[in-house]
């Protein structure tokens, strides 16, 4: 477990984050509240931290190219104090993506961008066009199209954030390369507000990852936020739901779903059906990678 301890001078913010690669998305957007930039601003530098570094396989520049070898990534914002939102999905070079998803918060009257429009919105707010294909990438899609078996599994994760700021404002954001080798213009829930994200001030904040083709069926971070709402706190917010795609009528179709979860007080929760997932905290106490285990072990 790693542990950084930065100067943290409010109590009450937070930040939380999927997987060990969110430890930097966590510190980053921590350093940006403490240094006193707007949330929003910290949240995208943040997840652009990630974006940016090519050896995350599944987020941004070095992600997962699509099953015709062109990289298409979605990514989402949503603002907890106003429920404003700014998405976009199969977006083609550029390399971060969730700057585009807030850009059309900002800009656009719409709320999500797909494909060609997002490409050319991006252009137009002065985004360069940028190969989002790394060696790395290019090479294990190479390999991929050698040796794909029909049925395979491939590789998938999303960089999920939620952070809290000492005034109370929750943002949430995502941004992933979805699943690897995936149909062209397939698009999972991590854009999709309510699915991947969702962030409500008076009620919490919550980013799922995992299987989006069916993650999207529960609508599991809206499920946790009206959780935390209820009452739940943060970590029994993310068990419970986490718990609706078990009890599935016939069985739960996948076990590749984990959510992390945030309180209007900086409570933080975390929830999986996976045997291991980790997540990234940042908080007064320092930032660290913690784990939890399924839910029902
Ligand atoms: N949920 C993402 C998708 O299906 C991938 C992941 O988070 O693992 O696109």
Known sequence: ?????????????AAIATWDFGLRAVVETGHAITSGASLLDAVERGVNVVELDASVATVGYGGAPNAAGVME????????????????????????P???????????????????GAAEFARQHGFPEEDALSEAARAAYEE???TQA????????????????ATGHLVAACSTSGISFKHPGRVGDSPIVGSGLYADNRAGAAAATGDGDHIQRFCLSFLAVELMRAGATAM????????RVLDTPG?????????????PEGDLGAAT?????EYAVWNASGAEVRCVVAADS
């Open 144 to 146: 991929w199209v050698a």
């Open 251 to 263: 069985g739960p179709p996948t076990r590749e779903v984990s959510l992390v979860a945030l309180s």
């Open 73 to 96: 990534m979605d990514a989402a914002v949503m603002v907890g104090a106003d429920l404003s939102v700014g998405a976009v999905a199969g977006l083609q070079r550029c390399r971060r």
């Open 273 to 277: 059906l996976l045997e291991r997932f």
């Open 1 to 13: 477990m790693t542990v950084q301890h930065i100067g943290v001078t409010e109590v009450r913010s």
């Open 150 to 165: 029909p049925g395979t599994v491939h590789g998938h994760d999303t960089l999920g954030l939620c952070a809290l700021d």
């Open 236 to 243: 029994e917010a993310c068990r419970q739901a986490v718990q």
């Open 98 to 116: 969730i700057s585009v998803a807030r850009a059309v918060h900002d800009h656009c009257r719409h709320s999500m961008l797909v494909g060609s």
